[in-house]
T-cell receptor, first 116, second 113 residues
Framework: NAGVMQNPRHLVRRRGQEARLRCSPM?????VYWYRQLPEEGLKFMVY????????ESGMPKERFSAEFPKEGPSILRIQQVVRGDSAAYFC??????????????FGSGTRLTVV | GENVEQHPSTLSVQEGDSAVIKCTYS??????FPWYKQELGKGSQLIID?????GEKKDQRIAVTLNKTAKHFSLHITETQPEDSAVYFC????????????FGKGTKLSVKP
């Protein structure tokens, strides 16, 4: 079991470009969560998705950020027109299907986004 | 909304000593409290968790205690080793159908040989 896979590990973007972060959940997991970690801060919840559904996006900035988890393929966190303040580590976690909810949460190694 | 406070932000101990990290939470409906260890350049790894129906849980050198009345929980690491050096995060959640954890800001633990 390869665990939660995130790529790329490091991503550098110029201001105004788009950033796409990918997350492949653990095998058998259908719930995906995205968190952002700013320097010297804990992880902040962004969005919770199940296959083809956004369950809770209360932590997502209202503009420029979007997330999807299609029927096939990884979950994508997309940041349009990046600004310096978007520089952070973005972590994805997955958990098993409904019934276990957040228990059994597993994090990926993260994508470190640097906006220059 | 829910808020989780974590102290201290940095902690330095000698190898073999104990380390204690404390967290408080504000949402009385929280019922799941995990602790994560984050090593440099890696994702966070769950090291221990506790649910609101128990007051203490132990796994080898690691233990967690929970006081629901006071709304605080603590991580205890005994006989610390240099490989315990990392950033530790506490978190709280209502569990159930809600997926999101609320994290503390982390404690950077340094264990000196």
């Amino acid at each position: 079991n390869a665990g939660v896979m995130q790529n790329p590990r490091h991503l550098v973007r110029r201001r105004g470009q788009e950033a796409r972060l990918r997350c492949s959940p653990m095998k058998g997991h259908s719930h995906v969560y995205w968190y952002r970690q700013l320097p010297e801060e804990g992880l902040k919840f962004m969005v919770y998705l199940q296959k083809e559904n956004i369950i809770d996006e209360s932590g997502m900035p209202k503009e420029r950020f979007s997330a999807e988890f299609p029927k096939e393929g990884p979950s994508i966190l997309r940041i349009q027109q990046v600004v310096r303040g978007d520089s952070a580590a973005y972590f994805c976690a997955s958990s098993p299907a409904a019934g276990t909810d957040i228990y059994g949460y597993t994090f990926g190694s993260g994508t470190r986004l640097t906006v220059v | 909304g829910e808020n989780v406070e974590q102290h201290p932000s940095t902690l330095s101990v000698q190898e073999g000593d104990s380390a204690v990290i404390k967290c408080t939470y504000s949402d009385s409906a929280s019922n799941y409290f995990p602790w994560y260890k984050q090593e440099l350049g890696k994702g966070s790894q769950l090291i221990i968790d506790i649910r609101s129906n128990v007051g203490e849980k132990k796994d080898q050198r690691i233990a967690v205690t929970l006081n629901k009345t006071a709304k605080h929980f603590s991580l205890h690491i005994t006989e610390t080793q240099p490989e315990d050096s990392a950033v530790y995060f506490c978190a709280a959640s209502r569990g159930g159908s809600q997926g999101n954890l609320i994290f503390g800001k982390g404690t950077k633990l340094s264990v000196k040989p």
